[in-house]
């Protein structure tokens, strides 16, 4: 499964980005979809999480209520929608997909995900 970020930049704080991430059409409903993160010097984190059909999302605490993700099936895409961004918010940003068959569980252990999209990079300058 191939997954193809997009979307990143240099933006201000305050601003606005919508990361996409773009997978095969016919099968991507089958995979829950998650962003994740990785800032210089730190470790990958989980971001926000999106069920397969929608119904449940999750998020970091650091990240709610100024992200979120959604997705839309027919497309093959899952969105991650990025208000008042912060300087601490630049990172590079993955999106990862788990097969499964579970609907609506939203899981946040990178470990479970077996597909990764190259990466975008998010620079928020203060």
């Known amino acids: 499964v191939q997954l193809q970020a997009s979307g990143g930049g240099l933006v201000q704080a305050g601003g606005s980005l919508r990361l996409s991430c773009v997978g095969p059409?016919?099968?991507?409903?089958?995979?829950?979809m998650a962003w994740f993160r990785q800032a210089p010097g730190k470790e990958r984190e989980f971001v926000a999480g999106?069920?397969?059909?929608?119904?449940?999302?999750e998020y970091a605490d650091s990240v709610k209520g100024r992200f979120t993700i959604s997705r839309d099936n027919a497309r093959g895409t899952v969105y991650l929608q990025m208000n008042s961004l912060k300087p601490e918010d630049t990172a590079v940003y993955y999106c990862?997909?788990?097969?499964?068959?579970?609907?609506?569980?939203?899981?946040?252990?990178?470990?479970?995900?077996?597909?990764w999209g190259q990466g975008t990079l998010v620079t928020v300058s203060s």
């Open positions: 990862a997909a788990d097969e499964t068959e579970n609907l609506y569980r939203v899981i946040r252990t990178q470990d479970d995900y077996d597909y």
């Open positions: 059409r016919r099968s991507f409903g089958w995979y829950r």
């Open positions: 999106i069920s397969r059909v929608g119904r449940s999302t």
